[in-house]
């Protein structure tokens, strides 16, 4: 079993960065690739990065590509997004969520743990 707490989420202004920070705890957090979804109010849920268990791998939605970085630091159990130049498009909730195995996926039907959210708003 593996918990996660997201963490990092506000408002920011068309064109900011903010730094999304998932927590991880239970079993060995390597073990496990990591990804990033949002949902937008009255949309489904999509894919936006994915990051590899040893984190030497990465996807990024073509959305965010160039824009966002996932990255990992598993001695502190602890997965982050940051994004940068931001859009009013980006607003949405966001989940971090793991999957058993270390290679990455994008596909969110493949992930078994899921944390519970951070908003994020982009004004323009």
């Known amino acids: 079993q593996v918990q996660l707490v997201e963490s990092g989420g506000g408002l920011v202004q068309a064109g900011g960065s903010l730094r999304l920070s998932c927590a991880a705890s239970?079993?060995?957090?390597?073990?496990?690739?990591m990804g990033w979804f949002r949902q937008a109010p009255g949309k489904e849920r999509e894919f936006v990065a994915a990051?590899?268990?040893?984190?030497?791998?990465?996807a990024y939605a073509d959305s965010v590509k160039g824009r966002f970085t996932s990255s990992r630091d598993n001695a502190k159990s602890t997965l982050y997004l940051q994004m940068n130049s931001l859009k009013p498009e980006d607003t949405a909730v966001y989940y971090c969520?793991?999957?058993?195995?270390?290679?990455?996926?994008?596909?969110?039907?493949?992930?078994?743990?899921w944390g519970q959210g951070t908003q994020v708003t982009v004004s323009s």
């Open positions: 990051i590899s268990g040893s984190g030497g791998s990465t």
């Open positions: 239970g079993r060995t957090v390597s073990s496990y690739a």
């Open positions: 969520a793991a999957k058993r195995g270390r290679i990455l996926s994008e596909g969110g039907y493949e992930y078994d743990f």
